[in-house]
């Protein structure tokens, strides 16, 4: 009789019968226990590589000699489980080496496991600055601005630096840049800002032009006001008997 027709574990009672040539029968009788059969692994296909957060397909084939049994298969990594079913579609948000396992179970409790060929190795995507710094600040006055980063790695840790002028700074956690230019900064400036996410870097630069300040806010920079502490005093002012240059004419003579 065919075996993969029984579910067992079971006991079935197998007969015999024995006929002679004279049609006299004999008959005898036995038990059978037919234990369970363990379903089978045929196959499993991984992924050998994948980017962070790319979504990769595991896909395991599986049999059973029980032609009556129903399977179930789960996938794990480590102590989680990822998924159940023949196919996968799975993830990661860091960068690594992953080994992936999956057991599949019949209806009546047989196992069997299997791994990946190779582990599949989770490749680093370097982050990316997102930023639109201002292009422009007067002398003397504060430079600021936060930057973004994308980075598919969740779990990375970003660190930040930046070359520029000497009193640039940038928060190491937060990328912040702060600067407040001198006098001798007035011109452009080349900006330089590096996150790093502990395996790659992405570089951001742009220029900022430092213009001469207007501290006295009379429309007039300090190149071009005879007193730029005297919002009084600017070119083309009326010019007051006073003792002050108000015009800024090189004379105080009205």
């Known amino acids: 009789f065919d075996s ?22 004999a008959n005898a009788s036995t038990t059978l226990f037919a234990a369970n059969a363990a379903p089978v ?8 590589t994948l980017d962070e957060a790319e979504v990769g397909t ?10 009556a049994d129903t399977l179930s298969v789960q996938w794990a990594y480590g102590d989680g489980v ?24 019949d209806d009546d409790g047989g196992i069997a496991e299997a791994g990946c060929p190779e582990p599949t190795a989770v490749l680093n995507v370097p982050p990316t ?50 600067w407040v230019p001198t006098i001798d900064d007035v011109g452009e400036n080349l900006m330089t800002l590096r996150v790093n996410d502990g395996d790659d870097n992405d570089i951001y630069e742009w220029t900022v ?30 010019e007051l008997c006073d003792a002050v240059d108000s015009d800024c004419d090189g004379s105080i003579a009205d």
Do not use: K
């Not at 692994?41 to 050998?48: G, Y």
């Open 82 to 105: 990822l998924g159940d079913g023949e196919t996968i579609a799975v993830a990661f948000a860091d960068n690594g080496t992953v080994d992936i396992r999956m057991t599949v179970q």
């Open 209 to 238: 032009n430092v213009q001469w300040p207007d501290s006295d806010g009379d429309g007039y920079r300090f190149d071009e006001d005879c007193d730029d502490a005297d919002p009084t005093a600017y070119p083309g002012a009326t």
């Open 129 to 178: 600055i997102v930023a639109d710094p201002p292009t422009e600040v007067d002398a003397l006055s504060e430079y600021r601005f936060r930057p973004g980063v994308d980075d598919p790695g969740t779990f990375d840790v970003h660190t930040w630096s930046i070359e520029g002028p000497e009193a640039a700074t940038a928060d190491p956690a937060t990328g912040t840049v702060e």
């Open 4 to 25: 993969s027709l029984l579910d067992g574990p079971v006991t079935v009672t197998v007969n015999l019968q024995v006929e002679d040539s004279d049609g006299r029968t």
């Open 58 to 67: 595991f896909t395991a084939v599986v049999s059973d000699p029980e032609v």
């Open 41 to 48: 692994v045929d196959s499993i296909d991984c992924p050998e």
